[in-house]
């Protein structure tokens, strides 16, 4: 079976990465106490 362009975003492994990142993020932002994504727009 030929592989989908939604293959690898279905995948078990690149969802895992996907929550880690976010978890990352959202943690860094309460220690912080702001938005690291904000403090590297200069928002």
Same mark, same amino acid.
């Given at each position: ?18 929550? *880690?990142?976010? @978890?990352?993020? =959202?943690? #860094?932002?309460? *220690?912080?106490? @702001?938005?690291? =994504?904000? #403090?590297?727009?200069?928002?």
């Amino acid at each position: 079976m030929a592989p989908t362009v939604s293959e690898p975003i279905d995948s078990t492994e690149c969802k895992k990465w996907v929550a *880690l990142v976010l @978890q990352s993020e =959202l943690l #860094l932002t309460d *220690l912080a106490d @702001q938005c690291p =994504l904000y #403090l590297a727009c200069r928002v």
